[in-house]
């Protein structure tokens, strides 16, 4: 028994553990949480059979590949951009065919938030998506959130989720 439970009462005690480290509630954005997928295999990188079926995928089979961190001006394979997410990066999509360089702006400037690999590489990207259902959407393995316009508070609470879930968490990424 830790000296902290042996010397507090019981009724100091708990709001203090109610109050310990711990996933910060990210709900109140929207912010998806998808099920286990039934596979992570790999699989060659033309396939078409990757992800788990969402729209955006957040998980599932992928490519060997992984895409560097950085802002990519064309948009790129999804089951490659999945690796990346299994090894814990975030990954910022936009689906702006008239072009929308307000959001593209904010979402590089959220991607420098953030965290960063022991090469000094931020783990995130940003890169077009033309499939996605909304504007805007924010992905790490197995969580998700879109809109149609930018929250940072939201991709905020949601790279406080950075690592939580990814099978290969922390790897650092390209430049």
């Not at 507090?8 to 709900?27: F, G, K, Q, T, V």
Request: aromatic residues 4%.
């Amino acid at each position: 028994m830790s000296l902290l439970r042996r010397t507090l009462p019981p009724l100091i005690l708990a709001p203090l553990l109610a109050c310990s480290p711990s996933e910060p509630d990210c709900s109140r954005y929207g912010i998806q949480h998808a099920p286990a997928p039934a596979s992570t295999r790999h699989v060659t990188c033309s396939s078409t059979a990757c992800g788990d079926g969402l729209n955006p995928p957040t998980s599932g089979e992928h490519c060997s590949d992984t895409l560097r961190c950085r802002a990519h001006d064309t948009e790129q394979n999804r089951c490659v951009w999945l690796h990346n997410l299994e090894h814990g990066h975030a990954v910022f999509l936009y689906n702006c065919p008239e072009g929308c360089p307000e959001i593209v702006s904010t979402l590089e400037t959220l991607r420098q938030e953030a965290k960063v690999g022991s090469n000094g590489v931020v783990r995130a990207l940003v890169a077009p998506d033309s499939r996605i259902p909304h504007r805007v959407a924010a992905l790490l393995w197995r969580r998700s959130w879109v809109s149609d316009e930018v929250d940072p508070d939201a991709l905020r609470c949601l790279l406080q989720l950075q690592d939580d879930e990814a099978p290969e968490p922390g790897l650092a990424c390209l430049p």
